[in-house]
């Protein structure tokens, strides 16, 4: 309890340090920051610590973390020239907003640490990966802080945001294992608050003193609710065959569904447990909810795809990148609609290129789009391009449309992206990658049913939006020529990059693997499957046409706007980057070591229901705003009978994950608190491991998502090696591996002392572990360490040697 009071108390500090110079740079928003400061001053904080502890000018420590802290506030006194009235009058003048953000953030922040307090383990998944990286942080004193599972080496993986977790734990005394927990909660905080900033924003400028000045206050609630509780259809569909609704049972106990059949996600095609009921209740019946789609190759070979969404992943628990990148990814996607609604004609000079906007407005941009790419890399270039879309769609309506325009964004994208790089250069400097190009998709098209699935209640709401506006002037031929245009030219694309792989080893090896003798046939295949999931193209196709119409209806004109600031061509720019992202992974995607379009689809599926979620709930905000009649009352019921179908997953998997919130060693945020239960002595181990100085830790090496590399995990000390495979993902190859998992087995197996110590020189080990893990993977020798190294620990069947 104390641990959450200090960091809502610290991030609410920053926020109020960092409201003045959101203030100065937002004019053009209603709520003029307030919302977005908490993760903007984060966000600042955390870089100005990172970059000066990076370049030695601070140390990872409390000093440091206070000193950048005072360079923060000192940016806030800036902004505001010393002369704090203006933004106090605001903040008077507009309590009720003040009021509803900061009854959300703790509401919301409140809420998902009692969610982890119910079920803090961190074990299982990538839990274990990153809390490693959490406590590998805290241990460092410089930056780049070292790889907890690859002694020797630094951390190659964006890891931005566990700095920000650790230096939330390190000013506040907290241990990494209950930062974990409460990082995640904090995210769901600012994420509740970071999405209700936007769509305020949004409704404010669709109704400019129209309408009660309470009404988009309230409206903006939905936001949060369609962005972190809202999820995908599964869980309907789980309650429905829970049911046995569509099987036909016989005397003889078997069952058969044509539907279930038909419809052929995994586990759903199995008859239910007898006897049926209202609640689903297989073990770990939530997780197939991100595992909707179905990937199957021509040879019958099922290829898994991950398609997570927001509340998923929370109540999963992983503090992945792509959970902890939320706030900052609406903070960037809120900075590109200030793009569109701020009035000023600024420009820059930089590097020979003229920016229109100021210095400091770039350099926040540049800030936001790297903090991204330190973040979540994938997140980068989308924000960049959206961005850039905010700008091209504010140019012209100002100015009219013109090609010089589209030049004019394209010399920006240069600098921006070149400043957002820079911006955070240590960080490239040892950073390494999977990805290897891109490869042509022509095994792999989604089923229009697992489309609608996953993204049903959004795509109802959008739909619904579009009917909102079918009165709207709209440049339909551009529209659907371009909207489905662009949809043939990747179909062409990717028969192209087909075609050219056709002749390396990778592509003879997928032409055997098929059982088809050449390339033709194998594309012939593909272009008749893709008539069987046309009905997906056509969903992606009309709302990437329908997304143009709207959207670009000044292009045509060649003539300003006069619709004033108008917020619909924001929104159909974020209907257009959520399809084109949903679109992509069905002609190409990333080469990784996956070898599938699985991560491809994880991730731009993740910012697609981000982006869609904002304009979703402006869109059924406006519905039920302004729309009266019967007609809207039919739209206003299937609106909400989408979303309700999508409560359904929320509702029955909370109590599910979390033994209906009465866990059986009681509420804590303690994610170690497990280990006490199951491996004590491992426990004790731990916690004397982290009072030694920091030295290289030798244990048992064993697979990814198992309970191997315990010790550098919970401890923060380095160990030779860790997870492999995810070694091999963060780095791109095992180069720098090695033969330290065979080190490892030799360095317990062998009889001989001569042997043991080269190894124990050759990765500088101080610390060898012979604990559960140990004994049970190896045949540990363990009389070599007891006559040759000192024995510094012992619990039970655990003890700890100290190599002199």
């Not at 049972?249 to 058969?256: T, V």
């Not at 926040?364 to 091209?392: E, K, M, Q, S």
């Not at 100015?399 to 030049?407: M, R, T, V």
């Amino acid at each position: 309890m104390l641990q959450f009071l200090l960091w809502y108390l610290l991030v609410s500090l920053l926020g109020i340090v960092t409201f003045p110079l959101a203030y100065r740079l937002l004019p053009a928003f209603a709520d003029r920051g307030y919302a977005l400061s908490r993760a903007f001053g984060l966000l600042l904080w955390g870089y100005v610590f990172w970059m000066l502890a990076s370049l030695g000018f601070i140390n990872n420590n409390p000093g440091g973390l206070l000193l950048s802290l005072f360079v923060v506030l000192g940016l806030g006194v800036w902004a505001s020239r010393g002369d704090f009235s203006q933004p106090k009058a605001w903040l008077q003048a507009n309590r009720r907003i003040v009021l509803i953000v900061e009854v959300l953030f703790l509401l919301a922040f409140a809420f998902w640490a009692f969610v982890r307090a119910a079920n803090p383990e961190i074990a299982g998944t990538e839990k274990p990966m990153e809390l490693a990286f959490i406590n590998a942080i805290m241990r460092s004193a410089t930056f780049p802080p070292h790889d907890p599972w690859l002694a020797g080496y630094a951390i190659s993986y964006y890891y931005f945001g566990y700095v920000m977790t650790a230096m939330l734990a390190g000013l506040t005394a907290t241990p990494g294992e209950v930062a974990f927990n409460l990082m995640l909660a904090l995210v769901f905080g600012l994420a509740a608050i970071g999405s209700y900033g936007v769509l305020y924003n949004l409704l404010s400028a669709h109704w400019p003193g129209k309408t009660p000045p309470g009404r988009p206050a309230w409206l903006g609630l939905l936001a949060p609710l369609f962005l972190l509780v809202l999820s995908n259809w599964q869980g309907f569909l789980e309650v429905l065959h829970r049911r046995g609704l569509f099987w036909s049972f016989a005397s003889d106990g078997s069952a058969q569904s044509a539907f279930w059949t038909w419809l052929g996600i995994r586990d759903l095609n199995s008859p239910p447990a007898q006897p049926l009921g209202w609640i689903p209740d297989r073990y770990w019946w939530w997780w197939r909810a991100s595992r909707v789609l179905q990937d199957y190759d021509f040879a019958g070979n099922f290829a898994e795809v991950i398609d997570e969404f927001p509340f998923f992943s929370f109540l999963l628990g992983d503090l992945h990148p792509h959970v902890l990148a939320i706030p900052f990814a609406l903070l960037a996607a809120a900075l590109a609609l200030h793009l569109f609604l701020r009035d000023t004609d600024a420009e820059t000079r930089l590097f020979r290129f003229s920016i229109p906007f100021s210095l400091a407005d770039f350099t926040v941009y540049g800030l936001a789009l790297g903090g991204l790419a330190f973040l979540n890399t994938w997140d980068f270039p989308i924000y960049l391009a959206l961005a850039l879309g905010a700008l091209l769609l504010a140019r012209v309506r100002k100015h009219g449309w013109g090609w010089h325009l589209a030049e004019e964004v394209l010399l920006v994208a240069i600098p921006l992206g070149l400043v957002s790089i820079l911006m955070y250069l240590p960080f490239y400097i040892g950073f390494s990658s999977q990805a290897g190009g891109i490869l042509p998709n022509i095994l792999f098209p989604t089923r229009t049913v697992y489309l609608w699935i996953m993204f049903g209640p959004l795509l109802v709401a959008l739909f619904a939006f579009f009917a909102l506006n079918y009165r709207q002037a709209a440049n339909h031929r551009f529209g659907w020529l371009a909207g489905f245009g662009f949809v043939l030219l990747l179909w062409l694309v990717s028969f192209l990059l087909a075609l050219l792989a056709s002749g390396t080893p990778t592509g003879q090896g997928l032409l055997a693997s098929q059982g088809v003798g050449d390339i033709w046939a194998l594309l012939g295949r593909s272009a008749m499957q893709r008539l069987v999931t046309l009905p997906t193209l056509l969903t992606l196709g009309v709302l990437i046409s329908l997304a143009l119409a709207y959207g670009t209806v000044t292009l045509a004109s060649g003539e300003p706007a006069r619709q004033g600031r108008s917020p619909l061509p924001m929104m159909m720019l974020f209907i257009l980057f959520g399809a084109l992202l949903v679109l992509a992974p069905e002609f190409v995607y990333l080469r990784d070591q996956f070898g599938t379009r699985m991560n491809t689809v994880f991730k731009f599926y993740y910012q697609a229901w981000i982006l869609w979620s904002l304009a979703a709930a402006f869109g059924v905000a406006v519905l039920f705003g302004e729309r009266r009649g019967l007609p809207w009352q039919l739209v206003r019921l299937l609106v909400v009978a989408g979303v309700l179908m999508g409560l359904f997953y929320p509702v029955l998997s909370l109590p599910n994950k979390t033994n209906g919130f009465n866990p059986s060693s009681g509420l804590s945020l303690d994610g170690a608190q497990f280990l006490t239960r199951y491996v004590p002595d491992d426990y004790l181990a731990i916690q004397y491991l982290r009072r030694l100085p920091k030295g290289v830790v030798a244990e048992a090496v064993g697979g990814s998502y198992t309970e191997y590399a315990r010790m550098a995990t919970f401890s923060g000390q380095p160990n030779v090696l860790g997870w492999p495979g995810h070694e091999g993902q963060w780095r791109g190859g095992g180069e720098e591996m090695g033969s330290r998992m065979q080190d490892m087995e030799l360095l317990y197996n062998t009889p001989d002392w001569v042997t043991a110590q080269a190894i124990l020189r050759q990765y500088d080990i101080r610390y060898v572990v012979i604990g559960s893990n140990e004994r049970f993977t190896y045949q540990v020798q363990e009389e070599k360490f007891a006559s040759n190294l000192r024995e510094i620990f012992r619990q039970g069947q655990v003890v700890i040697y100290e190599v002199p």
